[in-house]
């Protein structure tokens, strides 16, 4: 099992930036793929970015390539995701997810954490 939190959300102000953290906690050396995800209302849940175990491989989705990075720290277990040039379309729940594999899909996932809102104000 796998135990993700997700923390770093609030509201800023467009142009804005903010960091998302997503600590996780138990058997993560099997699950260690990392992905964010994103579900603003009314809307399915879309995939943000993945990174592989070792951090060398990193993908985005275009509508958000160039302006947010993936990062992780594995001595600490936790995942970044620093969100520069925030947009109000960028307002959504956002979720981590761990998984074997990484992958833009969200079935590859095993594991989720809770969600951290993030809120973009015009």
């Known amino acids: 099992q796998v135990q993700l939190v997700e923390s770093g959300g609030g509201l800023v102000q467009a142009g804005g930036s903010l960091r998302l953290s997503c600590a996780a906690s138990?058997?993560?050396?099997?699950?260690?793929?990392m992905g964010w995800f994103r579900q603003a209302p009314g809307k399915e849940r879309d995939f943000v970015a993945g990174?592989?175990?070792?951090?060398?491989?990193?993908y985005y989705a275009d509508s958000v390539k160039g302006r947010f990075t993936i990062s992780r720290d594995n001595a600490k277990n936790t995942v970044y995701l620093q969100m520069n040039s925030l947009k109000p379309e960028d307002t959504a729940v956002y979720y981590c997810a761990a998984g074997k594999v990484v992958s833009t899909r969200e079935d590859p996932y095993d594991y989720w954490g809770q969600g951290t809102q993030v809120t973009v104000s015009s």
């Open positions: 990174i592989s175990c070792s951090g060398g491989y990193t």
């Open positions: 138990g058997r993560t050396f099997s699950s260690c793929r």
